[in-house]
């Protein structure tokens, strides 16, 4: 999964490639839109991220938690599919 390489379609990641002008979260100024804003921080998210939180508890804030864990899957997809934020580029997941 691109997330776990820091090779998702987040705008970090696309700036460094030179697709776009702006590694910015497009909902928060000034803040680069990494994996860990965009699973953990992001207040745009934060509806989309209880799905995270009633799955994990307090395991939720661990971004190596969510990524390795084989059993974080089902829930991670559900967080990416309810957030919309790939799905230009993946579709639904």
Do not use: W
């Amino acid at each position: 999964m691109s997330l776990c390489t820091g090779h998702a379609p987040l705008n970090k990641h696309l700036h460094r490639l030179g697709k776009i002008e702006s590694p910015h979260c497009p909902h928060c100024q000034r803040i680069k839109e990494t994996i860990h804003h965009f699973l953990l921080s992001c207040p745009f998210y934060q509806r989309e991220r209880h799905i995270l939180v009633n799955a994990f508890g307090r395991k939720a804030s661990s971004i190596s938690y969510i990524l390795a864990d084989p059993n974080t899957t089902p829930h991670l997809v559900r967080y990416i599919n309810a957030s919309g934020r790939l799905k230009t580029t993946f579709g639904e997941v």
